[in-house]
């Protein structure tokens, strides 16, 4: 074990007393003592070692445990609730697990931060933490509980033990549907440039209902068939790669430009796409010249229709302040209504996609 103890940031239990703390995932703030504390986070920005830096903290604290900084680490800190943070905590805790279980675990943080695919042992880890987290969180148990219990949930999730739960067999089945969808033409793939693809499917295939072709998830949201083209399958094959998301109506066509979902970390093992830069903690710009000029060639090509393109000029991935009124991160750009809800563009999804292409 690395540590006697951990606190969670808005527990209502007192935090210990600390020799040497280390910060994991979220912002140490103003009571790290440097020379002292060591922080373990990709949030931007962070005091992360050089030598353990990865795109999740689940894994720079798997890198920590794999090769320690010497001293007497008496205290893991973070301050806030989702699946990275618990992982990243329980790992510092479980050293040993951890590097015997390194592939499953992070993919299912990468799950969660950043709504990457994982393979069907992190599918459960994933799911299957998230509704016991989000179950604890709506009966008000307090957050220091809330890690403490998630604990021995990980263990039996990584190991199987999830009595084939409802909930995790649909939200993996949701996973599977869709995946097949892409692979049968339902939903059509193709791949533009070597960072940029598009996707293309009726609204037909949700049933006529609109909502559920252009639902976007919120953070960490569980695996659900009411979405049709789920984010983790998007990013099966697709993670660092921009995506046009076209939905056809009626001969007419929705349309959300999608950047990595893992934008908004300090991710020094994946692509950046440009434009996107950090500014207040959480806060960020996105400012890309060659997509405005794009997006006012855009308007000029639509056809007897009263909606408007709209780029992101600032951004919280976290909820807020969105980058394209009405819809959500990781969204850059959208066709959208006089009263910010998606409309529908005259423009086929081919040639959006040739004029958008050659940015990235």
């Known amino acids: 074990m690395l540590f006697m103890n951990i606190y969670i940031v808005g527990s209502k239990l007192p935090r210990p007393r600390s020799e040497k703390t280390i910060?994991?995932?979220?912002?140490?703030?103003?009571?790290f003592r440097e020379g002292v504390d060591i922080e373990l986070s990709?949030?931007?920005?962070?005091?992360t070692p050089l030598q353990y830096k990865a795109d999740t903290s689940t894994e720079i604290v798997i890198n920590f445990a794999a090769d320690p900084l010497p001293g007497d680490w008496d205290l893991s800190v973070n301050?806030?609730?989702?699946?990275?943070?618990?992982l990243s905590v329980f790992l510092a805790v479980h050293p040993e697990f951890a590097l015997k279980n390194r592939l499953v675990i992070v993919q299912a943080a990468e799950m969660g931060d950043f709504d990457s695919w994982g393979e069907l042992p992190s599918?459960?880890?994933?799911?299957?933490?998230?509704?016991?987290?989000?179950?604890?969180?709506?009966?008000?148990?307090d957050l220091l509980d809330i890690y403490s219990m998630c604990f021995k949930r990980v263990i039996e999730l990584v190991n199987g033990v999830y009595n084939s739960d409802l909930e995790i067999t649909q939200g993996i089945k949701a996973l599977d549907l869709a995946v097949k969808k892409i692979e049968s033409g339902e939903i059509k793939r193709r791949e533009y440039s070597r960072r940029f693809v598009g996707f293309l499917f009726s609204s037909k295939l949700a049933g006529g209902i609109i909502e559920k072709a252009l639902m976007i998830p919120e953070f960490n949201a569980l695996l659900t068939d009411r979405v049709i083209l789920p984010p983790q399958v998007r990013n099966r094959l697709d993670k660092d790669?921009?995506?046009?998301?076209?939905?056809?109506?009626g001969g007419l066509y929705y349309h959300d430009l999608f950047y990595p979902g893992y934008m908004w970390a300090d991710t020094p093992n994946s692509?950046?796409?440009?434009?996107?830069?950090?500014?207040s903690l959480n806060g960020y710009t996105f400012d890309f010249q060659p997509l405005k000029e794009i997006v006012n060639k855009l308007q000029g090509l639509e056809e007897d229709n009263k909606g408007k393109w709209i780029i992101a000029s600032t951004i919280d991935p976290f909820g807020g302040s969105p980058g394209v009124e009405g819809r959500s991160f990781p969204v850059v750009l959208s066709f959208m209504s006089q009263d910010n809800k998606p409309a529908q563009s005259s423009i086929h999804p081919e040639q959006l996609s040739q004029l958008l292409a050659p940015l990235f």
């Open 23 to 31: 910060y994991i995932d979220g912002a140490a703030g103003s009571a």
């Open 42 to 47: 990709h949030w931007v920005p962070n005091r």
């Open 79 to 86: 301050n806030h609730l989702d699946v990275d943070g618990i």
């Open 123 to 141: 599918q459960i880890l994933f799911q299957g933490l998230t509704l016991y987290m989000k179950k604890l969180q709506s009966e008000n148990v």
């Open 241 to 249: 790669k921009v995506q046009l998301v076209s939905v056809e109506n």
């Open 271 to 279: 692509w950046r796409a440009p434009g996107f830069r950090s500014g």
